[in-house]
């Protein structure tokens, strides 16, 4: 049987590499075979960790690029994970086609947006031929209500592609964003 495609996307802490810990488990419990990635760029937590914000981990291999998932899938697997996809170049869409057509399920999470609300090309590609998305949201950390799905950025640095956490990135809902984004320019 042809695998599926799950893309897990929303801002950043919202549960999305959560959701993928999540996936992983079930994967274990039924034993079966399966293969853990994330970009090396992503060096927030050691590069042979996936780590969630509230501690959670699970091994993983951080990759250069899309290719090297291919070429590090010698044997046999029922599922692939990736995390942060949005920092993987485009040509992973291409590959993860080839996956569910050769029975394996693949689980991606990432940003769907940059803090300026940008869609990160990668994700939004695997998204348009996902068989299920699943658009997490985070605590607005400006309001307190359960509706962040963007991301605002608190530095004056412009860079979209900026490693980080608390300290530069804040998860808020559309009204916050816009009510910041006014008090910057005042
Ligand atoms: N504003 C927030 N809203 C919700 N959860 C938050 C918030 N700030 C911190 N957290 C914590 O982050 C956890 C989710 O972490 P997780 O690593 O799964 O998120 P993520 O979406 O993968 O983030 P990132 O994009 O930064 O990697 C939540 O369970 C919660 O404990
Ligand atoms: C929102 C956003 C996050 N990031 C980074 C911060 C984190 O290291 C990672 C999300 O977990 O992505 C960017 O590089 N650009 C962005 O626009
Ligand atoms: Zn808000």
């Known amino acids: 049987m042809a695998g599926k495609l799950t893309m897990i996307v929303g801002p950043m802490y919202s549960g999305k590499t959560t959701e993928l810990l999540s996936f992983v488990e079930i994967y274990k419990l039924g034993r079966k075979k399966f293969k853990v990635f ?9 590069k042979s960790l996936v780590k969630t914000h509230t501690g959670l981990e699970v091994e993983a291999i951080a990759v250069e690029g899309s290719k090297d998932i291919v070429n590090l899938l010698e044997e046999k697997i029922d599922a692939v994970f990736i995390d ?14 080839q996956l569910i057509d050769s ?13 300026k609300q940008n869609p990160f090309e990668t994700t939004a590609a695997l998204m348009a031929i996902a068989d299920e998305v699943i658009k997490k949201k985070a605590v607005c950390e400006v309001c307190g209500e359960y509706k962040a799905n963007l991301t605002y950025k608190v530095t004056e ?9 608390k300290e530069k990135y804040i998860a808020v809902c559309r009204d916050c964003y816009n009510n910041l984004s006014k008090e910057r320019i005042k």
Do not use: H, S, W
């Not at 640095?157 to 956490?165: L, M, N």
């Open 103 to 115: 029975n394996v399920d693949v689980f991606c999470a990432g940003l769907d947006m940059t803090f």
């Open 38 to 46: 994330k970009p090396a760029i992503d060096d927030r937590y050691g």
């Open 157 to 165: 640095e412009e860079k979209e592609i900026d490693i980080g956490g």
């Open 84 to 97: 942060e996809v949005q920092f993987f170049d485009k040509d992973l869409v291409r590959i993860v086609k």
